[in-house]
């Protein structure tokens, strides 16, 4: 399984970026989608799932409301929409991947592939 998040870069504060990650090896269309992002100094947090159907989202409550999480099965690709970036958003985000089938929200630490990550910068 590859997990290949790209889209990262340089902004400022109130832009935007979307980040986009490409899934190879296994069944996309299967498995629920998430980004995490980890700053400096920092443990890795949480910021935005979408379970397989793509209907049921979940996001950190930090982002919720400028980020948005989508995907494309026929791509096997998952995006992150960001807006209204804040420097606190600079981090160096991963997207992972979890078999969930439970119809209950994707767990958040149920996560099984990981890529490498792509670094976000918002400047003041």
């Known amino acids: 399984v590859q997990l290949q998040a790209y889209g990262g870069g340089l902004v400022q504060a109130g832009g935007s970026l979307r980040l986009s990650c490409a899934a190879s090896?296994?069944?996309?269309?299967?498995?629920?989608m998430g980004w995490f992002r980890q700053a400096p100094g920092k443990e890795r947090e949480f910021v935005a799932a979408l379970k397989r159907s793509g209907d049921i989202t979940d996001y950190a409550d930090s982002v919720k409301g400028r980020f948005t999480i989508s995907r494309d099965n026929a791509k096997k690709t998952v995006h992150l929409q960001m807006n209204s970036l804040k420097p606190e958003d600079t981090a160096v985000y991963y997207c992972?991947?979890?078999?969930?089938?439970?119809?209950?929200?994707?767990?958040?630490?149920?996560?099984?592939?990981w890529g490498q990550g792509t670094l976000v910068t918002v400047s003041s």
């Open positions: 090896g296994l069944r996309f269309s299967s498995y629920g």
């Open positions: 992972a991947a979890t078999y969930w089938i439970s119809s209950a929200p994707i767990s958040r630490s149920k996560f099984d592939y």
